[in-house]
């Protein structure tokens, strides 16, 4: 926790510094009262003094703490960069698949290849669960979903 | 008279539907009491005024359900009004403790909404030259104190809370500044003009990424064994010892802060939640599961709900968004909110207060039994559950404005929560302080325009002096602490 502390604290920092700089370029207050760049700029500063403070409280730690590993072994992690991936692909071929085709293969991807299921298992939940969230967003409440070019 | 207006059959009969509805519109994430309540308005042009009223009041409440349902069985805030229910809510249904938790939530939303209505009937006309005396410094000392209040959820560490408030405020100052016209932080994108959308911030930094932490171990069950028995659906006598307080507070919380125009039941939901923590003999056991942090924010946004009529039928103010489309509802029947609409139609207004008394009621009876049913989708396995919640929380969010780019801030806080649970930072702080932001900053400059710059408007008007002492206090009560408890420790050792 302590190293990570420290990247984290350092990270903020930077974070702190970039808003100060974006909101040094906004227009400057004038009698009317704070500008925009007003909040930003105060955010900034207490920001990079909280990390700072978060810096130094995790440097002057003497160990690196009981609760072990932040991050979960090299397994654990490829999982969840598997969900992230998939939400990210399926995210963006949203409107070129359409909603239909889209949700069924992500389901499908998520319970086959992040969770490894029968493929028995993997189409039932895909067939389902495409057909209630289109049922339920599309039928009952009249949302628009995506389509494709084939027009589903 | 009221209620004999209100138990008209017809009446009662789309009061009934309007709560079904509700609560099935609260339940998905994204499409919330303020969407409900306009797609009804179409509708409601056949009815009469006061069915009309009568039914999107019933949507209301309903939905302000519905939200808490999926925030307690699956970490997803169906509306910001719900963030505060996910913390010892979804806590609860982890331990097996689901049907406590909903029938809580059902209950104290009950009593709550109860109390706000018999304080409508009893004091409205007194509560509008309150509601009126708050200020841009009440408003800005309020929310400050909200902030405050908030951060302080930062469990094991204080710092760390503050920086998750900080991160959101900076967060919500996405986009055109509302008085300067500015645009920041836009990176030149269309879509983030409007600033970021709450609705995926709040489902990725809750939902999405806590479907990740518990990917992390597929193998382990996410959910104790909930068991069935009726007795351990429903609230035990203990659980509801621990919470009469709570009730107490949050109803009183709720309904002072709905009536103010702009602060709503979100406000009133931590603001509760957060005093709770304070009064309480075990604040540190908050967040792990305890039903106190149930009943107080559910109590409190529903009382909020109620008092937020207040200004709306009194003085013909919305106190919020749903207030204000029920407004441009009433206005499009006829019926003109203000002053008057007491006096010259009598009938209607005590109608609608009689319907919101019925509704409460409706709600209790609709949800209890549904309980049970709602406690078994926990027994369906993770390995279903995870893509059903994965999909509904992207459809729900996608739904809201019909834009793609709003999963993509729901898949990026996905992700930031997922690194924020994983550093211990809270997420609720950054998800509130989206949500406040707006008003702080507005208030904030309104206030220091008037005073030309001085802050000592803050401290010379009593109510904004009262919050702004209380928020200061709240925020450096734990250094206080922990420098008393050094300068005792120091004390002790040389006794020794």
């Given at each position: 926790m302590k190293k990570a502390d420290i990247i984290t604290g350092i990270v903020l920092l930077a974070l702190a510094g970039y808003l100060m700089q974006e909101a040094l370029g906004m227009p400057p207050s004038r009698t009317f009262g704070p500008g925009s760049g007003f909040l930003p700029f105060w955010l900034g500063i207490i920001l990079a003094a909280l990390s700072l403070i978060l810096i130094a409280t995790a440097s002057l730690r003497?160990?690196?703490?009981?609760?072990?590993?932040v991050f979960p072994g090299k397994e654990g992690l490829l999982t969840v960069v598997k969900v992230l991936g998939g939400l990210a692909l399926f995210t963006l071929l949203m409107e070129t698949l359409g909603f239909v085709v889209n949700t069924f293969i992500f389901v499908a991807y998520l319970m086959g290849v992040v969770q490894r299921e029968g493929w028995r298992s993997v189409f039932l939940t895909a067939l389902l669960t495409t057909a209630c969230l289109y049922i339920v967003f599309h039928v009952l409440l009249g949302i628009a979903l995506p389509r494709n070019m084939f027009g589903f | 008279m009221g209620f004999q207006v209100a138990s008209s059959w017809e009446n009662l009969l789309f009061c009934f539907l309007g709560t079904l509805l509700g609560t099935l519109i609260g339940v998905l994430p994204g499409i919330g009491p303020t969407t409900g309540v306009a797609i009804l308005i179409p509708i409601t042009f056949g009815m009469n005024a006061t069915t009309a009223i009568i039914t999107m009041a019933g949507v209301y409440y309903g939905a302000m359900y519905g939200g808490s349902t999926t925030s307690i069985l699956l970490n997803v805030p169906g509306e910001s009004s719900s963030v505060m229910t996910t913390l010892d809510g979804y806590q609860m249904a982890k331990k097996g403790r689901a049907g406590p938790a909903l029938g809580m939530a059902a209950l104290s939303s009950f009593i709550a909404g109860t109390f706000a209505v018999l304080m409508l009937t009893l004091i409205a006309p007194a509560l509008a030259d309150y509601a009126v005396s708050f200020g841009p410094p009440e408003y800005f000392a309020l929310t400050f104190m909200g902030l405050t209040m908030v951060t302080s959820l930062g469990g094991d560490s204080p710092l760390k809370g503050i920086i998750s408030g900080i991160l959101g405020l900076a967060v919500a100052c996405i986009g055109i500044d509302a008085i300067s016209g500015e645009a920041r932080?836009?990176?030149?994108s269309i879509h983030l003009l409007d600033g970021v959308g709450f609705i995926g911030v709040a489902v990725g930094l809750f939902a999405v990424s806590e479907v990740l932490v518990n990917m992390e171990a597929p193998m382990k069950r996410v959910f104790t064994e909930t068991k069935l028995s009726i007795r351990s659906l429903f609230p035990n006598l203990q659980d509801w010892k621990d919470s009469l307080g709570a009730l107490w507070r949050g109803s009183a919380i709720g309904f002072f802060v709905g009536v103010l125009p702009g602060a709503g039941a979100t406000i009133a939901s931590f603001m509760a939640y957060a005093a709770e923590r304070k009064c309480s003999r075990r604040p540190e056991k908050f967040g792990t599961g305890l039903i106190e942090g149930v009943a107080a924010p559910e109590g409190a946004n529903n009382s909020a709900a109620g008092g937020a009529m207040v200004p709306l039928l009194t003085l013909g103010i919305p106190g919020s968004g749903t207030t204000a489309v029920l407004m441009g509802a009433l206005i499009i029947h006829g019926l003109r909110p203000g002053p008057l609409l007491f006096s010259a139609h009598p009938d209607f207004v005590w109608g609608l207060i009689a319907s919101m008394y019925i509704g409460n009621v409706m709600l209790i009876i609709q949800n209890m039994p549904m309980i049970g049913l709602w406690v078994r989708l926990l027994k369906v396995p993770y390995k279903i559950l995870m893509p059903l919640i994965i999909m509904i929380s992207a459809v729900g969010v996608f739904a809201t404005d019909n834009n793609i780019f709003d999963v993509w801030i729901m898949f990026f806080f996905g992700l930031i929560g997922y690194l924020m649970q994983k550093m211990h930072y809270p997420p609720a702080p950054l998800v509130l302080a989206l949500v406040l932001g707006p008003m702080v900053e507005r208030s904030l400059r309104q206030s220091l325009t008037l005073s030309h710059g001085s802050l000592d408007i803050f401290f010379t008007r009593p109510i904004s002096a009262t919050l702004t002492a209380i928020a200061l206090l709240s925020l450096f009560a734990p250094l206080f602490r922990i420098l008393w408890n050094r300068y005792r420790k120091g004390k002790a050792a040389p006794a020794q």
């Open positions: 003497r160990k690196a703490g009981p609760d072990g590993p | 932080f836009t990176f030149d």
